[in-house]
């Protein structure tokens, strides 16, 4: 099984910062990954697939970049709207399709 | 609109059963793959099964396979998943996630959950 390991666990920034968030996976999986944004008491949403696509209707604030085994999910200017729990999956290797832990990107 | 809705979830006793029913609209749903993912309290988000759009294959997690069965009425645009021999483990919200993702431009991009229904809560406690 593909393990996901996302840094950093909370990130505080401010509206209008970049945001960083960082996705490793324990074995190579090409660029078969994807980020989801999960709002509180709310659905994930698909954010981005195949490493570095923006699913329709997503911003173009959102950008993803990364191969193999390092990921990354950038928003270039934060929104109030943006504060949420990312996740990142792998499918490269299923099943079982796999998460990461999640981080949380919370307003400073 | 493209639309997924859960229903079934509740309190349910260990090693009792429960089925979850999920209910499609706004697209062509026997042509889709789905899914069922689960998040328990404070946990990530783990995919529990799939079932492709004719139903004809299925797959598992190891943590329910053997207790969970995943099926689909395609007349009734429904996805279903019955669980048995439940565990305090198997506590989650569970959503149906559609698991056959297409481009704004219809092009087939490959097994991405999109879209996602607001999930039903099950709770195994005594």
């Known amino acids: 099984e593909i393990v996901l390991t996302q840094s950093p666990a909370t990130l505080s920034l401010s509206p209008g910062e970049r945001a960083t968030l960082s996705c490793r996976a324990s074995q190579s999986v090409g660029r078969y990954l994807a980020w989801y944004q999960q709002k509180s008491g709310q659905a994930p949403r698909l954010l981005i697939y195949?490493?570095?696509k923006r699913a329709t209707g997503i911003p173009v604030r959102f950008s993803g970049s990364g191969s193999e085994t390092d990921f990354t999910l950038t928003i270039s200017s934060l929104e109030p709207e943006d504060f949420a729990v990312y996740y990142c999956q792998q499918r490269y290797n299923w099943p079982p399709y796999t998460f990461g832990q999640g981080t949380k990107l919370e307003i400073k | 609109e493209v639309q997924l809705l859960e229903s079934g979830g509740g309190l349910v006793q260990p090693g009792g059963s429960l089925r979850l029913s999920c209910s499609a609209s706004g697209f062509t749903f026997s042509s889709y793959a789905m899914s069922w993912v689960r998040q328990g309290p404070g946990k990530r988000l783990e995919w529990v099964s799939h079932i492709i759009g004719s139903g004809g294959r299925t797959h598992y997690a190891d943590s329910v396979k053997g207790r969970f069965t995943i099926s689909r009425d395609n007349s009734k645009n429904t996805l279903y998943l019955h669980m048995s021999n439940l565990t305090a483990e198997d506590t989650a919200v569970y959503y149906c996630?559609?698991?056959?993702?297409?481009?704004?431009?219809?092009?087939?991009?490959?097994?991405?959950?999109?879209?996602w229904g607001p999930g039903t809560l099950v709770t195994v406690s005594s």
């Open positions: 996630a559609g698991g056959d993702y297409y481009d704004a431009s219809g092009y087939y991009v490959g097994n991405w959950f999109d879209p």
């Open positions: 195949d490493a570095s």
